[in-house]
Every structure is written in structure tokens, then in C-alpha cells.
């Protein structure tokens, strides 16, 4: 086999410089898809963020308001027992019906 003249020599080398920047000219172009990829995310990351917070401090008024309200039972009524009748005073009978 002939060695190839140099003619031969620069279009191979030409044609090799070619793919290399067809490759890089790829390689940029997915370079900046993952970028704009990287941008929606923050964004969306960014939305999940504040409304977290809202909803933390939401939480936080809530549990806030629990601690500070009383935290005591409304007063009990005396029950009066059944085996005396209450005094007419009270307004209603609450015992035995009387035997006729």
C-alpha cells in the first residue's frame, strides 16, 4: 500500500476536526438544555418553598392560639340526687313521682 499524499492526509484531518465540532456544537446545545432544565426546577423548588412557609407559619399561629387559650373545663352544675326531691324553689321536680 501507497503511503497517502498529504492531500489525502489534510482531508482526513479536516474531516476529523469536522465530527469534533459537530460533537462540541452537541454538547453545547445539551449543555443548555440542562441549564434551562436547572432554571425550571429553582423556580419550582422556589414555589415549593413559599408556600411551605406559608403554611409553617400557618401552623405555627394555630398551635400559638391553642397554648394561649384557657385550657380549663366549663363549670360543672351540681347534680342533685335522685332519692331527694329538690326544693319547689328550683322549678322542676327531679326524683320519685309522687304516689297518688
Do not use: C
Not at 469534533?20 to 453545547?28: C, D, E, L, T, V
Not at 436547572?38 to 411551605?52: G, K, P, V
Not at 403554611?55 to 384557657?70: M, R
Amino acid at each position: 500500500m501507497a503511503p497517502a499524499s498529504l492531500e489525502e492526509r489534510v482531508a482526513y484531518l479536516e474531516g476529523k476536526v469536522e465530527e469534533h465540532s459537530r460533537g462540541y456544537a452537541q454538547i453545547r446545545d445539551d449543555i443548555q438544555q440542562v441549564l434551562q432544565l436547572d432554571r425550571r426546577l429553582s423556580a419550582r423548588i422556589d414555589a415549593l418553598d413559599q408556600n411551605f412557609s406559608r403554611w409553617f407559619a400557618w401552623l405555627k399561629g394555630i398551635l400559638v392560639t391553642a397554648l394561649l387559650a384557657p385550657a380549663r373545663p366549663p363549670p360543672r352544675r351540681p347534680v342533685p340526687p335522685l332519692d331527694r326531691p329538690q326544693s319547689p324553689s328550683a322549678g322542676t321536680f327531679v326524683g320519685h313521682a309522687p304516689k297518688t
